[in-house]
């Protein structure tokens, strides 16, 4: 089965600082992959996704994550991150079913500070 | 463009009540549907998917159930809630695509915060 481990449950950031959110999965075929983004009391939004090629992805909001096979990795990486990004973010691979009834297994997310 | 509701956003409710939620997608044809979970602290748990008018699979067992008596509603009940229950409550939504070289996304709604008390 698949699974997917968010090692950090709560980080620390100054404002301006470079952010790497750490995801890793455990998958027997190739992954579909996912960040979504949580805002306090919301649903979830879409950050990114990889389903094959190019292994760093650009997301919206100025993310980019990378896809590193022999490492189970999906890494959300941000230059520079703004007070917005304060939130919890969640880390998802996907197991693609034929007609295309695709299950999601998250992680149980990283909440994400921001200081001045 | 596509949108899905939820209702209500916040609802609190005595143990042994029923419960009743409702999703609604708008903009999109024979979508799959998905109900998730998730616990204070913890990840995502999905319960229950549909892909079709009245098909509906259930992925662990629980004192919930789902129906999706039209096309893109997809509603999910409680005969008698538990305090296990209380949680936030998401719907979410993707393309029904067949073929062995496709996939889709999932898009969530706003979720509903549900209190058992």
């Known amino acids: 089965a698949q699974s997917v481990t968010q090692p950090d449950i709560h980080i620390t950031v100054s404002e301006g600082a470079s952010l790497e959110l750490r995801c890793n999965y455990s998958?027997?075929?190739?992954?579909?992959l996912f960040w979504y983004v949580q805002s306090p009391g919301q649903g979830l939004q879409l950050l990114l996704k990889?389903?094959?090629?190019?292994?760093l992805v650009q997301g919206i909001k100025g993310f980019e994550a990378e896809f590193k096979r022999s490492q189970s990795s999906f890494n959300l990486r941000k230059p520079s991150v703004h007070w917005s990004d304060a939130a919890e973010y969640f880390c998802?691979?996907?197991?693609?079913?034929?007609?295309?009834?695709?299950?999601?297994?998250f992680g149980t997310g990283t909440r994400l500070t921001i200081i001045p | 463009s596509q949108t899905i509701h939820q209702w209500p956003a916040t609802l609190v409710q005595p143990v042994g009540s029923p419960l009743s939620l409702e999703c609604t997608v708008e903009?999109?044809?024979?979508?799959?549907l998905y109900w998730y979970r998730q616990a204070a602290g913890r990840g995502l748990q999905l319960l229950f998917y549909?892909?079709?008018?009245?098909?509906i699979s259930s992925e662990v067992p629980q004192n919930l159930s789902a129906s999706r008596p039209q096309d893109r509603q997809f509603i999910l009940s409680s005969k008698k809630l538990l305090l296990s229950d209380s949680g936030f409550y998401l719907c979410?939504?993707?393309?029904?695509?067949?073929?062995?070289?496709?996939?889709?996304?999932?898009?969530f709604g706003p979720g509903t915060r549900l209190t058992v008390l």
């Open positions: 979410a939504w993707s393309d029904l695509i067949g073929g062995l070289t496709s996939t889709d996304t999932q898009y």
């Open positions: 998958y027997g075929a190739t992954p579909y």
């Open positions: 990889y389903f094959s090629g190019d292994t």
């Open positions: 998802a691979v996907g197991e693609w079913a034929y007609f295309g009834n695709e299950k999601l297994t």
């Open positions: 903009g999109t044809s024979n979508p799959n």
């Open positions: 549909s892909v079709g008018i009245g098909q």
